[in-house]
């Protein structure tokens, strides 16, 4: 049974650093041809992918984003950290991590339930 | 950037009719395209991967096709639980992936 969660705070002030938690369970991520990943979803907008981290370590950004993103992963406690600074209020979404795979043509095949974050002072 | 553009943005069907989505890329992706579909407070889910080829456990009533920068998705007979929102993905410049704005279906 493959599930991801994320946690991390629901609200944040502009300026302020974000920094979001994935723990999945169900796989690993150093099998070879996995990645996992975060998505956000302003509400009522589409999705935007944000980063994604291989099994071998590669990181990989969303180039309008990149100078405000770090993606780590913790293989031995199932997690990845996605940390964005900067926050502003057009950063106010729901907060996906999801895993991806090579063999569906890199897509994502298993998502979290989101993470709401909202951007107020 | 490759840009992909979904049509179109909200469609209104009936339960039984066959309803088609179209998304076309700015650029030539081969079959780096999925379709995903988003129920409201959901997170999206896989439904066609590789333009045509379906997710394990979607059901056969959806289908896609296309090649290069257009692309369908084809729902051919709809059910009540099939009104959401869809999104076309493009995955060809790995690992960035670029999502269309959405389609909206409702029911008419």
């Known amino acids: 049974q493959i599930s991801l969660n994320e946690s991390g705070p629901t609200l944040v002030k502009p300026t302020q650093t974000l920094t979001l938690t994935c723990t999945f369970s169900g796989f690993s991520l150093s099998t070879n041809g996995v990645g996992v990943g975060w998505v956000r979803q302003p509400p009522g907008k589409a999705l935007e992918w944000l980063a994604l981290?291989?099994?071998?370590?590669?990181?990989r950004y969303s180039p309008s984003l990149k100078s405000r993103l770090t993606i780590t992963k913790d293989t031995s406690k199932n997690q990845v950290v996605l940390t964005m600074t900067t926050m502003d209020p057009v950063d106010t979404a729901t907060y996906y991590c999801a895993r991806r795979r090579y063999n569906i043509g890199w897509n994502w095949d298993y998502w979290g339930q989101g993470s709401l974050v909202t951007v107020s002072s | 950037d490759i840009q992909v553009t979904q049509s179109p943005s909200s469609v209104a069907a009936s339960v039984g009719d066959r309803v088609i989505i179209t998304c076309r890329a700015s650029q030539d992706v081969s079959t780096w395209l999925a379709w995903y579909q988003q129920k409201p407070g959901k997170a999206p889910k896989l439904l066609i991967y590789g333009a045509s080829n379906l997710q394990s456990g979607v059901p056969s009533r959806f289908s896609g096709s296309g090649y290069g920068t257009d692309f369908t998705l084809t729902i051919s007979s709809l059910q009540p639980e099939d009104f959401a929102t869809y999104y076309c993905?493009?995955?060809?410049?790995?690992?960035?992936?670029?999502f269309g704005q959405g389609t909206r279906l409702e029911i008419k």
């Open positions: 993905q493009q995955a060809n410049s790995s690992p960035q992936s670029t």
């Open positions: 981290i291989f099994w071998d370590d590669d990181k």
